[in-house]
């Protein structure tokens, strides 16, 4: 009963700061296919492959080694990387970032339930291409990934959404359990370097964000919790911060066991999301078009 009594307090707390607005962007939702690897039980982010035209990077939560998976085009696993040396304490949410003409995957270890960590971690490595038909295994060398440590301004957070702005090139992480969400802020430098501050710029009147996504292009950011997924449309010269003073535009989803994670299509015609696998229910990787004016 007091599981029961939980779920339908929150399920209230996120229909009351919902924005449900009429502006329909994206279509019904299409499943593309099962994710029956056992080794991912509990994909926590996803994004699409720029190397890897088509196919999916996703990873576990917490308890997992530290390891990324790639899927192809209908959800089958076909390559797992680990990453040498780096320890996962609590991987949220994985995004990309194009610099110099070199493609990086970030991988956020940025899930703190308790609220307790006094810093939190970032990796960074060029992503891996794949090139074989079969399941590939392989290693991220440690010489090859950068890992940054962080810290809030205003103290610990749990979170589990991070994106990398095409535009001012900076890493955004989005807070979790706060009513009101808390937008953060920074720069990574080229190097790994003293523990990086994460700044509070704003906050968006959403709560329990489980995953945020950017376009390729940075005109359009994404961000969903548990029942619903927000958009919005960058104006020409507009920041993320000024971008998120206004309310988002609820868009089509429909809820899935533990939903998890969303991203971009790499050619924004439209948006996919995935979730865990809670008491042993299936996962899927759902696609949602742009609708066609």
Known sequence: ???LINIIGLSFL???FSVRLPDRVFGSRQSIGEITAGEIDEASGLVCGINNKGYFWTHNDSGDNARVFLL???AKLRATYYLEGIQSRDWEDIATMTVGGKNYLLVGDIGDNLGHHTTIRIHLFEEPTLHTNGHAIDTVRHKDITTYNLRYEDG?????S???DPIDKKLYIISKRDLMAGVYETTLPDNSIDT???KRKTSIPYTFITSAAISADG?????KNLLNVYYWKRKPKESIVQLFKREGLVQPYDAEPQGEAITFARDGS???????RPFGLSSYIYYYPREKK
């Open 196 to 198: 990086l501050v994460l």
């Open 219 to 223: 005109k359009e950011v994404l961000i």
């Open 270 to 276: 439209g948006y996919y999301t995935t979730s865990e």
């Open 14 to 16: 996120l229909t009351v």
């Open 72 to 74: 192809d085009s209908v």
């Open 1 to 3: 009963m007091r599981v």
């Open 156 to 160: 610990p957070r749990d979170a589990e």
């Open 162 to 164: 991070l994106f990398f």
